[in-house]
């Protein structure tokens, strides 16, 4: 389906407006997954023009995905990830673990940035960063579609990492979402060490649900924005 190559017309419209002259584009890749890290990309781009193809992730197939991640890691100004492990996951919650990581990720670059561009509408972030959040900003704003497809590219490949230990989960094919592969290894052998164990799956799975933890905290639970997908078995 065509699509609008990303520009860069946030960037530019932040450097105008706030005086910014380092800007940063955010994406995340597996909130929404069982198994896994949540992992953040943090690039910086300038303004120069991106490689051919550039769109968010999704949208991309695996194997031009691939290359083309290649490619921007060698073209972007600078990139960091930042990762927030499954434990942390269960001990914070969703939105606190994405905050968690993105940070992880602004540390790792050799600059900091005088302001951000989260893809969405929400800001996990918050202060003391200047944020703006653009609803699908992996389609529209260079930085954010790059940091969309190195996320992407990087965590599939650690989740592919654990196929061999884990064959019959198909990791190499789903990246810890949830597919009729994962839920069935899910039913007969249970969770692994890699696996979100506060999540609502194990609601449908009773000989594994004493393995689900409770989050103590009602501030930690509080934080939780959703985004679990694909509870039914």
């Known amino acids: 389906m065509p699509y609008e190559p990303p520009t860069h017309s946030v960037e530019r419209s932040i450097r105008a407006t706030t005086g910014a002259k380092i800007v940063a584009g955010i994406d995340e890749v597996g909130r929404g997954a069982w198994a896994g890290p949540v ?56 939105t606190a673990a994405l905050r968690l990581a993105a940070v992880r990720a602004l540390d790792g670059l050799p ?8 893809d969405g509408k ?15 900003g992996d389609q529209s704003c260079v930085s954010v579609a790059a940091a969309s497809v190195i996320a992407k590219v990087r965590r599939d490949a650690m989740m592919a990492a654990l196929q061999e230990e884990f064959a019959l989960f198909g990791f190499a094919e789903n990246a810890g979402y949830p597919s009729p592969v994962h ?51």
């Open 39 to 94: 992992t953040v990309c943090a690039a910086i781009t300038g303004l120069r023009r991106p490689p051919a193809g550039l769109t968010d992730s999704k949208l991309i197939p695996p194997k031009r995905r691939t290359e083309l991640a290649g490619d921007l890691e060698s073209w972007v100004t600078a990139h960091a990830l930042g990762h927030a492990a499954p434990e942390e996951i269960d001990d914070l919650g969703m």
């Open 111 to 118: 600059v900091r940035p005088d302001a951000v561009i989260l």
């Open 122 to 136: 929400h800001d996990y972030l918050g202060v003391p960063w200047r944020v703006r959040t653009v609803i699908k």
């Open 183 to 233: 839920k069935a290894a899910l039913r007969e052998l249970g969770p692994t060490p890699y696996h979100r164990l506060s999540w609502a799956y194990l609601d449908a799975l009773p000989q594994w649900r004493h393995l689900k933890k409770v989050r103590l905290s009602p501030e930690a639970a509080a934080l939780e924005d959703g985004g679990q997908l694909g509870f039914d078995f």
